[in-house]
C-alpha cells in the first residue's frame, strides 16, 4: 500500500491541537518541578523533583503526546490493534530516559559538555520510546522506515531534549517558563510527525486478523491514570510552595 494511503490525522486536526496541548502542559509541569529541585538544598529533595520532572516531561508531554497524536493514525482496509504492554513498556522507557538525562544536569555539576551528554542520552532515548511504541501496532500488514526521515526524527529529538535540559537551568521567571513550554511543545510533536512522516505500510490480506487492544479501548485508562499524575503534581508544586513560604515566614 501507498505510504499516501495512511491517515495520520483521521479524525482531524484535533488530535494534534490536543497532543500539542498536553506536551506543553507535561513541559510546562517539568520546567516547574525543575526550578524547584533546583531551590532545594538536601539531594534527597533533589531526586524526588527530578523525579517528579521526569514524569512530567517523559510521561506526560512525551509519552502521552504521541499516544494521543495516535489516534489519528489510521491504516485503511485493515484494523488497528497495540500492544498494551509494549505501549506501557515505551512509558516506562520515556520516562526513564528523561529522568536519567535531568540527572546528569541537575544532580551532579554542571557543564557543557555534560549538557550535550544529558541532551543525546535523552533524545536518542525518547526517539527510541517513539519507535518502541510504533512497534506496539498490529496490523494485517508490516510496518516499514524511510531511513532519512528517521535519522531527521533522531536529530530532532536530541536537539529537543538538549534545549529542554537547558531551559531548566536558566529559565527563571513564569513568562520565560511559559514560553519554554509552548517551544518544548513544538519541538515535542514536530520530533513526533517527522517520526510518523518515516513510516511505510504495507497490507497483506493474508495475515491474520490483528490480536492486542484498540487504541480507543486504551483511551479511558490512560487518560484517568494521566489526570491523576497531572492532578497530583500541581497539588505537590503547590503544597511545596506553601511549605517554602511557611518556613521563612
Known amino acids: 500500500m501507498n505510504h499516501d494511503s495512511m ?34 538544598r ?12 521526569a ?28 500492544s498494551a504492554p509494549v505501549t506501557a513498556l515505551s512509558a516506562v522507557v520515556a520516562i526513564g530516559v528523561v529522568g536519567v538525562g535531568l540527572s546528569l544536569v541537575t ?56 534545549a529542554a535540559f537547558w531551559f531548566t537551568l536558566v529559565v527563571k521567571t513564569a513568562v520565560a517558563r511559559t514560553a519554554a513550554g509552548l517551544i518544548m511543545g513544538v519541538a515535542v510533536t514536530g520530533m513526533h510527525y517527522t517520526g510518523m512522516a518515516a513510516v511505510r505500510v504495507s497490507v497483506d490480506p493474508e495475515f491474520a486478523v490483528p490480536s492486542g487492544t484498540s487504541v480507543f479501548d486504551l483511551v479511558f485508562p490512560v487518560f484517568v491514570t494521566s489526570a491523576v499524575v ?15 513560604l511557611g518556613e521563612t515566614a
Do not use: N
Open 7 to 40: 491517515q495520520h490525522f483521521s479524525s482531524g486536526l484535533s488530535t494534534l491541537t490536543l497532543a500539542y496541548v498536553v506536551s506543553v502542559i507535561g513541559s510546562l509541569l517539568g520546567l516547574a518541578c525543575m526550578a524547584r529541585a533546583r531551590a532545594e
Open 42 to 53: 538536601t539531594r534527597a529533595a533533589k531526586v524526588r523533583w527530578t523525579v517528579f520532572g
Open 55 to 82: 514524569v512530567s516531561i517523559g510521561g506526560v508531554a512525551i509519552w502521552l503526546m504521541h499516544f494521543i497524536a495516535m489516534l489519528g493514525f489510521e491504516v485503511p482496509g485493515t484494523p488497528v490493534k497495540y
Open 107 to 162: 544532580l551532579i555539576r554542571f557543564t557543557r559538555m555534560r549538557l550535550l551528554v544529558a541532551g543525546a542520552l535523552a533524545g536518542l532515548g525518547v526517539a527510541g520510546m517513539h519507535y518502541l511504541g510504533m512497534s506496539a501496532i498490529r496490523f494485517k500488514g508490516e510496518i516499514s522506515y524511510d531511513t532519512t526521515m528517521v535519522v531527521l526524527s533522531c536529530v530532532i529529538a536530541v536537539v529537543a531534549a538538549t
Open 230 to 244: 497531572v492532578a497530583a503534581l500541581l497539588w505537590m508544586l503547590f503544597t511545596a510552595d506553601d511549605d517554602a
